[in-house]
């Protein structure tokens, strides 16, 4: 549901981590997307929330970065991540995660 969210907003290079396996991991998920601009985050972001409370009755935990180059959306079990392109290269949580199983949506 999340990568369909993600993706009706026009996402790009959508990454999902599997953290399960991992100990002391702060979620069992984290989906990763990029985006052209703040306004796209903002929808992206805004699409996730909607779509995940509307089909799954799930409402967010915590949610960081509003008006910003990035937005984490915390549902406790999945994570999401939507990065200014720029921004998310500057993080590089895929790196940080890499001895994780990454699954790439395309």
């Known amino acids: 549901m999340v990568i369909d969210a ?6 790009k290079e959508i990454v999902v981590i ?9 979620s069992d998920f984290f989906v990763i997307c990029s ?14 929330i909607s779509f995940l409370k509307e089909t799954a009755n799930l409402n967010i935990w915590q949610e960081e970065g509003r008006n910003s180059n990035w937005r984490l959306l915390d549902y406790v ?3 999401i991540h939507i990065f200014k392109e720029n921004t998310r290269e500057y993080y590089k949580l895929e790196e940080l995660w890499s001895d994780e199983e990454i699954k790439k949506i395309s």
């Open 77 to 79: 079990n999945i994570v």
């Open 35 to 48: 985006a052209t601009s703040n306004t796209q985050i903002d929808a992206i972001a805004d699409n996730v």
């Open 18 to 26: 599997n953290l399960t396996k991992t100990k002391h991991a702060p």
């Open 6 to 11: 993600i993706k009706e907003k026009k996402g």
